[in-house]
């Protein structure tokens, strides 16, 4: 009789291993130190940095997949662009790349985003993917957190979509969701006004001008990325990185100062 490679396992093994570490692990996240709208590369570089100062840290991911922008580049050509002193993040990564010229570094869309997914996972984050973000928790003038529910939720006929959210409760809430600033958008109707939106695409000033905006938008409520263009209504920077890599970096930088202030 030939010898098995694998142990005698049952499905309901598996289905109870499955359930259980999700279920824990869940339950431990309704509560964080922070709590990240978007898994695109501003929101990953944020997140890994955050949590390597000992912070609890979750995202929330409306897709299967976490990167964004990252995995693909421009144009569905998967190759990233960055520009300096950005390139200093992708060494730091471990991500290999050329120079294309003088300040302009080009890698690969997959390499750069599976290293920095690995990076922001082995640095203690938590991920919660297929998951849309709905509404804020906000008490006493200031945001404590978030309502989320199941993306496939959206995609249900009108009729049988009463399946109510739930909320998860942060320190900090942070908008990492990209052009849609969807966090911030909600904010910002709550109080019955609008956002300028994202100008028109002028790479040396947008880069500049996303990272110089990133910071606290509202009490307890942050953005980085593209985010922030929305919100200020600064230039689109279209298929180059380093400013989202930077804007993530800065606003690491910039909680911690904050939650440090209440530890």
Known sequence: MKEKMFGKI???AVTRAIVEEFSRQFSDYVESDCLIIGGGPSGLIFARDLAEKG???LVVERNNYLGGGFWLGGYLMNKITVRAPAQKIL???E???TTREEGLFVADGPHACSALIK???DAGIKIANMTTFDDLVYRQGKVGGAVINWTPVESLPR???CVDPIAMESAVLVDATGHDAAVLNKYIERKGEKLPGFGAMWVEESEEAIVEHTGNF????YACGMAVSTAYGLPRMGPTFGSMLASGRKLAGIIDKDLSKCR
Do not use: D, H, N, R
């Open 10 to 12: 049952s499905e309901k």
């Open 55 to 57: 912070y609890k840290v």
């Open 91 to 93: 060494e730091e990564l």
């Open 95 to 97: 991500i290999p790349y």
């Open 119 to 121: 990076s922001s996972c």
């Open 159 to 161: 009729q049988i979509t």
């Open 218 to 221: 509202a009490p307890g409520l």
